[in-house]
């Protein structure tokens, strides 16, 4: 009997610290979220509902906020510059990054760790300590106000991360699965084509997907070394603020769709996890 009761109290012991749990965890996701709820119900109101006093919660919905955007080249045309400049940084992070992690964890040199560390300071030093310099560079070689300044710039951002990521993910990987590649006859880079690469899918594109948010919502770098050719999501939305008024429908609604890229990319990227982790699983 006092055993039935222990494990009754265990029980509701238990069950009390994952209700409490829970309701910290949704009272955080409310905060969390509150601001994100409080902009889309702004890009669905009419200017007169935004502006009232006390705010309302129960209006009509619209969309002119939303074709006011998709019709303006305003938000159009920084959303287009964003997909491009982040997208190009990517692709450069990826050339550079990957081959780099790949050397920092398989192979051993004088300065190692040091050029790791180099790497990784990037990330470490706040913009704008740095954003003088790379605009009087910028600016000296015709860089700024352009696509491929942008794209090189953001790897002070988008580099580091994967870099690191990387390469701890390369170490966990037993050297053996090279050694067996190299016994049947093949390269080093065969071994990383067809062995590591798929077993780094995970590494790989959590890496990516966390660079792709670091880069579209970066804003004090393309705000000093980006111009009207170049602008970006992050200061395109401030073209909705004026100085007699703010256009806080459209900004709201550019606001909301700014953030479906990144929304989207975390959802292929998740994919793309999960296909890695079990990429090597047996059947039957």
Same mark, same amino acid.
């Given at each position: 009997?006092?055993?039935?009761?222990?494990?009754? @109290?265990? =029980?509701?012991?238990?069950?009390?610290?994952?209700?409490?749990?829970?309701?910290?965890?949704? &009272?955080?996701?409310?905060?969390?979220?509150?601001?994100?709820? %409080?902009?889309?119900?702004? *890009?669905?109101?009419?200017?007169?509902?935004?502006?009232?006093?006390?705010?309302?919660? !129960?209006?009509?919905?619209?969309?002119?906020?939303?074709?006011? #955007?998709?019709?303006?080249?305003?938000?159009?045309?920084?959303?287009?510059?964003?997909?491009?400049? +982040?997208?190009?940084?990517?692709?450069?992070?990826?050339?550079?990054?990957?081959?780099?992690?790949?050397?920092?964890? $398989?192979? $051993?040199?004088?300065?190692?760790?040091?050029?790791?560390?180099?790497?990784?300071?990037?990330?470490?030093?706040?913009?704008?300590?740095?954003?003088?310099?790379?605009?009087?560079?910028?600016?000296?070689?015709?860089?700024?106000?352009?696509?491929?300044?942008?794209?090189?710039?953001?790897?002070?951002?988008?580099?580091?991360?994967? #870099?690191?990521?990387? $390469?701890?993910?390369?170490?966990?990987?037993?050297?053996?699965?090279?050694?067996?590649?190299?016994?049947?006859?093949? /390269?080093? %880079?065969?071994?990383? =084509?067809?062995?590591?690469?798929?077993?780094?899918?995970?590494?790989?594109?959590?890496?990516?997907?966390?660079?792709? !948010?670091?880069? %579209?919502?970066?804003?004090? &770098?393309?705000?000093?070394?980006? @111009?009207?050719? /170049?602008? !970006?999501? +992050? /200061?395109?939305?401030?073209?909705?603020? *004026?100085?007699?008024?703010?256009?806080? @429908?459209?900004?709201?609604?550019?606001?909301?769709? *700014?953030?479906?890229?990144?929304?989207?990319?975390?959802?292929? *990227?998740?994919? %793309?996890?999960?296909?890695?982790?079990?990429? @090597? +699983?047996?059947?039957?």
């Amino acid at each position: 009997m006092p055993d039935v009761q222990y494990q009754r @109290g265990r =029980r509701r012991r238990r069950l009390i610290k994952q209700s409490v749990a829970a309701g910290a965890l949704t &009272l955080w996701c409310l905060f969390a979220l509150a601001p994100l709820v %409080w902009i889309f119900m702004m *890009s669905l109101k009419a200017p007169q509902d935004i502006i009232t006093y006390p705010p309302k919660f !129960v209006f009509t919905p619209t969309i002119d906020n939303y074709l006011t #955007v998709f019709s303006d080249d305003r938000f159009l045309q920084p959303f287009i510059n964003s997909l491009i400049v +982040t997208l190009g940084s990517l692709v450069l992070t990826l050339v550079i990054g990957l081959p780099t992690a790949y050397s920092l964890a $398989r192979f $051993r040199f004088k300065g190692q760790e040091s050029i790791a560390f180099g790497i990784l300071s990037l990330r470490f030093a706040p913009e704008l300590l740095i954003i003088l310099p790379l605009y009087l560079m910028f600016q000296s070689v015709g860089l700024r106000d352009s696509y491929l300044g942008l794209i090189l710039a953001y790897q002070l951002v988008t580099l580091p991360m994967l #870099v690191w990521m990387l $390469r701890s993910f390369i170490e966990d990987l037993p050297p053996e699965l090279e050694e067996a590649v190299a016994v049947d006859g093949g /390269t080093r %880079w065969t071994a990383f =084509r067809h062995v590591l690469l798929r077993l780094l899918l995970p590494g790989l594109a959590a890496s990516l997907m966390l660079s792709f !948010v670091w880069a %579209w919502n970066s804003y004090i &770098l393309p705000l000093v070394l980006g @111009g009207r050719n /170049t602008a !970006v999501v +992050t /200061t395109g939305i401030q073209s909705y603020i *004026s100085h007699q008024s703010i256009d806080w @429908g459209p900004m709201a609604a550019a606001t909301m769709i *700014s953030i479906l890229p990144g929304i989207l990319f975390a959802i292929f *990227s998740l994919r %793309w996890i999960v296909s890695g982790l079990t990429a @090597g +699983t047996v059947k039957g």
